[in-house]
């Protein structure tokens, strides 16, 4: 099949680019700029690419869906609330790794974005998509936030086996710097961020209603959360931490046992029966590495959950969710093992 790829000079986007250029079911990837100029070399902006010869060409809807299968958005939010809205109208099957599709409800889009919404009719036709999870349910996939994907994974087993009191759920989530993108930060200097660590967007981050909307659709009870975001001295990883009080005491078997039955056929979600995961079992792979404790002196649970940002967080998973929507077998083009030295 033949693949468009929108933005390719981030992190995200060269990093989608390699698995889509490794893909068995993939025969050629056609590059497409949001803003650069036709003909732009690819080596020009991605040195590593450079034995390639390829051009990012002018960005046009009409040439995507001539040339092209499918398309995948590695683009920043708000930028495909503007170029989707063709795919949508003519049911093109398009994977979106910005925030711009996640929220049903565009006041929280607006709120934590700071930005228009895309139209409410479009907004209803995409799904959202966690791809160990479920199958998608229409052809625009909006791929879930790197650590929505960490916190989902460790709580929607507490939820769906109706385990925790709902309004006791606080997540203190950390992340490497890769998360924050390319563009440069006061806080994203080497020597601000070198041998340092930092809070940010507290009860502000973007993907806080993201979460809510998807543990809405296990309990509907569900209200919000207390969730916190800390930026670490490393590259790639999330570490999500989340600590929940049971409905009524377990034990550390039990709670295992919740999670080895929830993820039991699912190959990306390894569930660690002793002992805690580290960033560096799952980098550069599609795996989430979950580990798990309950404390009977302050009847409370402990998940921790781990995963590559750049990959599981973002362009491996879109690579699940597109084999998922063509039918091809789960696992094709993300055999790669962890890269842990």
Not at 208 to 233: C, G, H
């Amino acid at each position: 099949m033949k693949i468009a790829l929108v933005g390719v000079t981030g992190y995200t986007g060269a990093t989608l680019f390699k698995l889509l250029k490794q893909h068995p079911k993939v025969d050629e990837v056609r590059l497409y700029g949001r803003s650069t100029p036709s003909d732009d070399e690819l080596a020009e902006l991605l040195p590593g690419f450079r034995h390639l010869n390829l051009h990012i060409n002018e960005y046009s809807s009409v040439n995507i869906m001539q040339e092209c299968d499918l398309v995948f958005f590695a683009t920043p939010a708000k930028v495909t609330s503007q170029l989707a809205l063709d795919f949508i109208q003519a049911d093109f099957p398009v994977i979106d790794l910005s925030g711009d599709f996640r929220l049903k409800d565009s006041a929280d889009y607006e709120r934590y974005y700071q930005a228009p919404a895309a139209p409410n009719q479009a907004l209803q036709a995409a799904c959202y998509n966690l791809a160990d999870l479920r199958q998608p349910q229409s052809n625009y996939i909006a791929n879930p936030g790197c650590y929505a994907t960490a916190t989902l994974l460790a709580t929607i087993p507490l939820l769906a086996a109706d385990l925790i009191d709902l309004d006791s759920l606080i997540v203190d989530a950390k992340s490497g710097l890769s998360g924050a993108g390319k563009k440069l930060t006061p806080s994203s200097h080497y020597a601000y961020i070198n041998e340092n660590s930092l809070p940010y967007k507290v009860n502000q981050h973007q993907h806080i209603p993201e979460i809510i909307q998807e543990l809405q659709t296990w309990q509907p009870a569900f209200k919000t959360l207390q969730f916190t975001t800390t930026l670490i001295p490393v590259t790639r990883g999330i570490m999500a931490s989340v600590y929940a009080k049971p409905k009524k005491p377990l034990s550390q078997a039990e709670l295992y046992q919740t999670f080895a039955d929830f993820y039991q056929d699912k190959p990306f979600v390894r569930v660690l029966k002793d002992g805690f995961p580290s960033l560096k079992e799952v980098a550069y792979s599609n795996y989430t590495d979950i580990g798990l404790a309950y404390d009977e002196a302050s009847h409370t649970i402990f998940i921790c959950s781990v995963i590559d940002n750049l990959m599981k967080g973002a362009s491996s998973q879109a690579i699940q969710n597109m084999n998922l929507l063509c039918g091809f077998p789960l696992e094709t083009g993300l055999t790669a093992l962890p890269t842990f030295f």
